[in-house]
C-alpha cells in the first residue's frame, strides 16, 4: 500500500531553516509529480510547493517563493524541502502526495511539524 513519510520538523527561531523529507512507497514514484502541502492551525491545508517527475519543473506559493526549494531523489524515493528564512507564518504541519492536476493521490501520511517561535 502507498506510504507517505514525513520527517526533518523540529522546533527553529525566525529566519532558521530547516530541510523536510518525505518518503515514499507503494507507486511509482518516478513518474509522479509530487507536492508539499501545510495545515496551520485552523486552517485548511495550503499548497506549498510541487515538482515535476523528473526534477526539472519546480513551482511554489507566492508565500514562500525565494525562500523554499522543493527538490527529489528518484533513487531513493524521497522528495525534500528545504526551508530557510522562515517566520512565524510559516509554523504548520507539512505533508507531502503525490498530485495529479491540483488533486492529492493518496492518504496523507502524518505530516511532521514545524514550529517557528523565538
Known amino acids: 500500500q502507498v506510504q507517505l513519510v514525513e520527517s526533518g520538523g523540529g522546533l527553529v527561531q525566525p529566519g532558521g531553516s530547516l530541510r523536510l523529507s518525505c518518503v515514499a512507497s507503494?507507486?511509482?514514484?518516478?513518474?509522479?509529480?509530487m507536492s508539499w502541502y501545510r495545515q496551520a492551525p485552523g486552517t485548511g491545508r495550503e499548497l506549498v510547493a510541487g515538482?515535476?517527475?523528473?526534477?526539472?519543473?519546480?513551482s511554489y506559493a507566492d508565500s514562500v517563493k525565494g525562500r523554499f526549494t522543493i527538490s527529489r531523489d528518484n533513487a531513493k524515493n524521497i522528495v525534500y524541502l528545504q526551508m530557510n528564512s522562515l517566520n512565524h507564518e510559516d509554523t504548520a504541519v507539512y505533508y507531502c502526495n503525490a498530485v495529479q492536476g491540483s488533486r492529492a493521490l493518496y492518504a496523507w501520511g502524518q505530516g511532521t511539524l514545524v514550529t517557528v517561535s523565538s
Open positions: 515538482i515535476s517527475s523528473t526534477g526539472g519543473r519546480t
Open positions: 507503494g507507486f511509482t514514484f518516478s513518474s509522479a509529480t
